[in-house]
């Protein structure tokens, strides 16, 4: 326990030394009509705002209705060019999300004791106030780096709004429950090989299949992605088209979702075994020779000289000059010896792909003999008997992936879930390239232009990385051994919440969390809880109370997508998510960061001082006094505002035949005049990533300053690892025989949402997948209670028959039930996937990825439901949404933001 203990344990309310609170204590429920922010209102008003949904990550054009200040209708802008005009059920339910009569409508402070759910409601000045106070003491007693945040992921735009205030504040220490698990290991593995965007459809990449009239693609590979379920409206929509045109498709999924329901090749693989079939493609289009050979001679590393002993690539030269990369051996075969290939190619000589061969009693081989003999032991049947797939079909899957071209492969949140996430990005990539699909009319791979509004489209708070001391980046936990998490400059989940339990190699003591909840979003629930239980101080900022706030010390509210404005770039156009409405005393969260440095900076904390100086904070700008200067400023680059935008939404910055630009890499570079080549350092596609083996020394290319080696070696091509749990362990498998996996339902976005009349109707408890076979052995009817049990915890949930999933897999999408929050259970143990799940080694080596997906179970009948769950419609009623009266717009620094010196003055006044 903390030295602080009575801190967390007694009155919370006596501990602090906040003054005049006279507010209602209260539950979080109901407020009294007299608490509400009445706004003047025009009788019988109705306004069209159009705006982009954020019910998940796809961003879909909107039209809302407003009569009389309130939103009564939803419905699909037709202009979007992602979305066309479709939304699904959870779009359409953002009425009863903005209106729930659960909404958090003010700041609340806890009164009473943890858990206890007695509250107290404050201003946001007393909260802001007594978060920064916690905050400046925890930093002089402990270091910065004792104070850690969280953010909800899942492509929220919001996400560097967080690691901006740790930046600035000090602390290395943030995290997202997707990160390692999510987006990460695609990000790092695409930028690392070829410079560009990854091909996650659910992330919006991909961008080729949106245009569907005209796009060159004929197959396309979902591998652990089901857009139908996770960006039904807009990807999901994209390729039913494509199908509906005539494009081939491969699914690669334990379960059969819609796509894979209607594609030519359906492998349903055994979960977290990907890595080794990805390794089989390869090997047969090596094999087979299927592969793209003047492109992979031209444009790819594979005929570079490899250093057998150092698995370095040699050089002739390095380069001094950033605009020319290094020059690279290859073995001419005309002259038999090594020799320089200048960049980018030398028509005099004949490289050869493969082969060893020793020179000056050196062994040398080139990349794609590398990448040959990693894969040579996956024969198709060799994948097969792992993955537990017919041969066969694997084989039918990659002739018409490698021969019915254009084709791409859109590789999904699956194989982020599991320790081998980064070499299955590696391998997906390594697939497209081999085949030469990289910036040609119908590939996935493509460097599209952008606005140029942004430095990073849909990501745009400026992170303010640079303001980090490097001796406080060294403190960043997990950071060492797991070198890709720099990349989003992100700590390491379970390194953060072990060093709080082991107080080692420090304590961290105060959480700041701004998402759902995490007590369904990480792994191994129990031990967040134990983790909690060890803090000082817990912040949650979020829309609707859930199981995470039952533990806080302060909750803030936080605004619905129909309060929010924002800017959504989506293909060629930029759109405005305007702020429809705005409901009692919500706030934009890019404002209340900059509120709490604010009152850091008067409280004396120099390095949120500085965070307000124009000067010092630079290209990352000062903190904002409203969020549409941010936009403003943003826009500005491109000559327009963010009033002008709302008007013009969505607005064409570039023509479609423009934005889409292919073959970037064959541009002449100004500089040089040859062409400009991929976004590397070799500027070629690098297919043996012998940047990883820097990374995990050193750390570059992403952190900012050198750091100590990992303790493993990361490995410049893919290899597979059978899952930490696995039904081969034969002993671990007699107690827990069946395979556990998940995978999105198209009700809920993670852990939002579950509290909606309508799409808990639809979906109100989360079903297991059972192959009937399975079912009866372990007796289980079709629609009965079961336990579900892993090493870790066990749950309750209803059995559904399928012939949908593998035999010997059960599939559960996460849950938590906010009809028990005011129960001890605090609703999130009674259907949480994640009291299943595992949070301790082996992880990831490149980035630390725990496991999700893919470990071992048993299940067994159980005798009832879980206490006070809804099953009914009716008991969803009380969730629908109440008459609420749109406040005041909340002011959140006023006009008194003010450059450091004024705020130094007002320190020492
Ligand atoms: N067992 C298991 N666990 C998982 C997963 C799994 O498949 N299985 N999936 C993992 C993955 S991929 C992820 S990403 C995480 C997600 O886990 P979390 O990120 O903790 O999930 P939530 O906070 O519930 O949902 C995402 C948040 O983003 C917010 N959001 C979205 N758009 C915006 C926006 O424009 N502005 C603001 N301010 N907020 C926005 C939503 O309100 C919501 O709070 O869970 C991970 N956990
Ligand atoms: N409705 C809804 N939409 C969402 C979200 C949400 O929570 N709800 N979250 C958003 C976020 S943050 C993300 S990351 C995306 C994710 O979107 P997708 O990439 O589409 O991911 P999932 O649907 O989680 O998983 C894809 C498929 O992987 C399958 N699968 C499970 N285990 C394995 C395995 O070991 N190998 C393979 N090959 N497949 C496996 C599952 O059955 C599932 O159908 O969705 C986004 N959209
Ligand atoms: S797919 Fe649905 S929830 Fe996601 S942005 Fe589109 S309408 Fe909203
Ligand atoms: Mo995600």
Known sequence: MSDNTTFSNMDFLAATTVIGLDEAVGDLKYLKKSDRVVREEKKDE????????????????????????????????PE?????????????????????PNRNKYPMMRVGKRGANKWRRISWEKAIDIIAHKLVETKQKYGAETVFCSTGGGGNPEIWSIARFCNIFGT???????CAQCYLPRVLAYTMMYGGVDCSIADSNALELYDTENTEIKTLVLWGTAPSYSCPASGGGAVADLRAKGVQTVVIDPRMTPDAAKAQVWLPIRPGTDVALMLSWIRYILAEQLYDKEFILKWTNLPYLVDVKTKMLIRAEVSNDENEPDTFMVWDEKQNKPVAMEYPYDESLSPALEGTFTYEGKTYKTGFEMLKEQCEEYTLEHAGKICALEPKMIEKAIRLFAENTPSGLCLGVATDQSPNSTQAAMAACTLDLLLGNVERPGALMQRFRTSGVFDMPNYPVPIAADKLPDEQLKKRLGGIEHKGLHIWYAGHITSVLDAVLTGKPYKPRVWIDRSGNKLAALADAQKVKKVIDELDFIVHMYMYPTSFSAYADILLPTQ?????????????????RQ???????????????????????????????????????????????????????????????FEQLKKNTPYTYMSKEEWKSYYVYLEEDEKTHKPKGFATPSKKCEIYLESMITLGRTGKPFAKCELPPASVEYQPLPYYMEPAESPNDKELAKEFPLVMTGGRVPYFHHNTLRNVPWLREIYPIPELWMYPNDAKKYGLEDGQWAWVESKRGKIRTVVSYTQGIKPGVVYMERFWNPETLETKTHGWTEMNVNMLTKADAPFNDVVGTYTLRGFQVKVYPAEQPPEGIWMNPQDFSQWLARPTDPSKNVQVLENDAKPQEKIKEEVTA
Not at 54 to 76: F, M
Not at 597 to 618: P, S
């Open 46 to 77: 109705v306004v069209k705002v159009k705006t982009c949904c954020r019910a998940c990550i796809a961003n879909c054009g909107v039209i809302a209705t407003v009569k009389n200040g309130r939103v009564v209708k939803l419905e699909g802008n």
């Open 80 to 100: 979007d060019r992602m979305s066309k005009g479709r939304m699904c059920a959870k779009g359409l339910s953002g009425i009863q999300a903005l209106y729930h």
């Open 172 to 178: 290395p220490n943030w995290f997202e429950p997707g």
């Open 560 to 576: 619905e997508w129909l309060e929010t404005d924002m800017i959504v770039e989506t293909c060629n156009t930029l759109c405005a």
């Open 579 to 641: 702020q429809v409405t705005h409901v009692w005393e919500t706030m934009d969260e890019t404002l209340i960061w900059a509120k709490i440095a604010k009152r850091c900076a008067q409280l004396g904390d120099e390095d949120c001082q500085k965070a307000f100086d124009a000067e010092y904070m630079g290209k990352d700008l000062p903190y904002w006094e409203k969020v549409t200067d941010l936009w403003d400023h943003f826009l500005g680059r491109i000559g327009l505002n």
